[in-house]
């Protein structure tokens, strides 16, 4: 447990001023329910640790040594396995990236993958009650796009697990988000 409180107080500190898209919530919301999702889906206690830490590489000033010197090299080998590659790439190119890599990741990267993905689809379902269909301008491309990303992530997901590990409570809960924000 020791490991998730540090990891806690880790990420708010790297967050801190960032905010949700197109939101006024705090980001440091999004990683603490990733870990929430990890914690009620009975993930390791490292993955759960990597879920709160999984956009520090990617969207703050913590870098990979960082992070590996403050929690050790599962956890940072973790949080690596989440974070996209160049942000300078195009949308295209960092989404194909993400799905690529993990249809070979780790079961551990896999599970804090999907939890990341269900919390944004969750506040997009969320958000949409409100916004409709404006709620696909505050992303970079619009509904049929993150519909492919969506989908073809959750296929990658399950790329080669065994049957034990197909059975994670949240990709089945990823799959159903999946459907009700993007069916028609």
């Known amino acids: 447990m020791k490991k998730i409180e540090k990891a806690v107080e880790f990420s708010a500190v790297a967050h801190d001023g960032q905010y949700r898209k197109g939101s006024t919530l705090p980001y440091f919301s999004h990683p603490v329910t990733v870990g929430f999702y990890l914690i ?7 993955a759960i640790a990597a879920g709160i ?5 990617e969207d703050t000033a913590m870098t990979y040594d960082i992070v590996k010197e403050e929690f050790g090299e599962i956890i940072a080998e973790l949080v690596e396995g989440c974070s996209e590659p160049d942000k300078s790439l195009s949308w295209e190119k960092r989404k194909s990236h993400t799905i690529d890599t993990l249809r070979t990741a780790s079961f551990q990267v896999k599970q804090i993958a999907c939890a990341d993905k269900l919390h944004n689809l969750t506040t997009i379902n969320y958000d949409y009650e409100t916004e409709g269909e ?14 492919w990303y969506y989908e073809s992530i959750y ?3 399950l790329a080669g697990l065994t049957a034990k590990e197909a059975e994670f409570p949240l990709f089945l809960k990823l799959n159903e988000m999946i459907e009700t924000v993007f069916g028609d």
């Not at 009620?40 to 490292?46: D, K, L, P, Q, Y």
């Not at 830490?53 to 590489?57: E, G, K, Y």
């Open 53 to 57: 830490l999984h956009d520090v590489v």
């Open 134 to 147: 404006r709620i696909w301008e505050r992303f970079n491309r619009g509904k049929e796009k993150q519909r």
């Open 155 to 157: 296929l990658s997901l």
């Open 40 to 46: 009620e889906a009975g993930a390791s206690e490292e």
